[in-house]
């Protein structure tokens, strides 16, 4: 008898030492170091240089994404996050060099699903749409001693985002988490300068990898 009662006490022990995993109404905070690395491409970005296209550096940041938990596996995500860009100059625009800055803020609404809810390590995928804004855009020094005083404006984008990661339990709340996500981003760059204008389209689609830290409520 006290045995027997000994090994329930044990196996009473382990249940509640047992991880409570991601369940349906369960809200998953994230907050993540990011990287924002664009597969930039575009058209010609001035008359005065046919040859002239632009690259578009890399951006690390910190984000923060919102899941609430549908069933224990479809969940939806929204995540959070800005981060700083200057666009430089390729092909007859090289020698110019960095040619502008901007601010971007994609709001970003994924629908998931999350595979093996009751396991340690919970991989997942997701899909969605993406809203980009640009603001605070600057023309560069650069540019604008090569053609002279530039107003730049970046349209507003709107586009799908692919999504996939896993989460890893550390306690029966805080797990860590990785996170790879590709977002459709096609914005047109207008360049005013004096009464002249040009329009550029640029295709940006960057892939935004992440690692972080969750907590679960």
């Known amino acids: 008898m006290k045995k027997t009662s000994i090994l329930g006490a044990g196996a009473a022990l382990l249940a509640g030492a047992a991880p409570a995993h991601a369940a349906a109404g369960d809200v998953l905070v994230r907050a993540r170091a990011i990287m924002v690395a664009p597969n930039e491409s575009s058209g010609p970005v001035l008359p005065s240089f046919p040859g002239g296209k632009v690259s578009v550096d890399d951006s690390f940041a910190p984000e923060l994404d919102f899941t609430y938990m549908l069933t224990d596996n479809i969940g939806t995500e929204l995540i959070l996050a800005t981060t700083k860009h ?16 901007t601010w971007v803020l994609p709001p970003t609404l994924t629908l998931q699903y999350h595979f093996a809810p009751n396991a340690k390590i919970r991989p997942y995928v997701g899909a969605g749409v993406n809203y980009t804004i640009f603001y605070s855009e600057n023309a560069s020094k650069g540019l604008e001693a090569a053609i002279g005083p530039t107003d730049v404006h970046l349209k507003s984008s709107l586009g799908y985002a692919l999504q996939a990661g896993f989460d890893f339990d550390l306690t029966d ?29 640029v295709h940006l689609d960057p892939i935004v990898a992440g690692v972080g830290i969750g907590m679960r409520f």
Request: positive net charge; glycine residues 12%.
């Open 86 to 101: 200057s666009v430089s100059g390729r092909g007859d625009l090289k020698g110019v060099g960095k040619l502008a800055s």
């Open 173 to 201: 709340r805080l797990f860590a988490n990785v996170d790879v996500k590709y977002i459709d981003i096609d914005t047109t760059a207008r360049l005013r300068t004096g009464p002249a204008t040009n329009r550029v389209k």
